[in-house]
C-alpha cells in the first residue's frame, strides 16, 4: 500500500510552526492523488471514491474529499454530484488549448 509518508517532527513540540511552512493535510492529500493520476495509476475515468483513498493514504474521509475538491479546481478530477468523482478526461479541446496557450508563452520564454 502506498500511503503518505510522514515527515520527522522538524518544530520542536512546545513551539507552533510557522505558517509559510505548514502544508495543510488536504493539500499533501491532493499532491499525492494528483502524482497518482499524473503518473497513470489512476486511469482517465475512473472512479476515485474517498474511502479507498482514505485507505490508501492512510487518513480519514475529510482530507481527502477536500483534496478531491482542490484537485476539481485544478481541473485533474470531475466531481459528479450524487455520483462521484471521477479522474478527468482529457479531450481534444484540452489539446487545442494547452498548445494555443504554449505557442503564446514559448516566444516570450526564449527572450528571456
Given at each position: ?10 518544530v ?6 510557522h505558517?509559510?511552512?505548514?502544508k495543510l ?6 499532491d ?5 493520476i ?10 476515485l471514491t ?7 493514504a ?8 477536500e483534496?478531491?475538491?482542490i ?20 479531450g ?6 494547452l ?14
Amino acid at each position: 500500500m502506498a500511503s503518505i509518508q510522514h515527515l520527522p517532527q522538524l518544530v520542536p513540540d512546545d513551539e507552533p510552526p510557522h505558517p509559510a511552512e505548514h502544508k495543510l493535510l488536504s493539500r499533501t492529500v491532493a499532491d499525492w492523488l494528483a502524482e497518482r493520476i499524473i503518473s497513470g495509476q489512476e486511469y482517465p475515468g475512473s472512479r476515485l471514491t474517498e474511502t479507498r483513498l482514505a485507505e490508501d493514504a492512510g487518513v480519514s474521509r475529510s482530507p481527502v474529499r477536500e483534496a478531491l475538491r482542490i484537485l476539481q479546481s485544478e481541473g485533474l478530477v470531475d466531481i459528479v454530484p450524487r455520483y462521484g468523482a471521477f479522474v478527468a478526461r482529457i479531450g481534444i479541446d484540452d489539446v487545442h488549448e494547452l498548445y494555443a496557450c504554449r505557442m503564446l508563452l514559448e516566444p516570450v520564454c526564449t527572450r528571456l
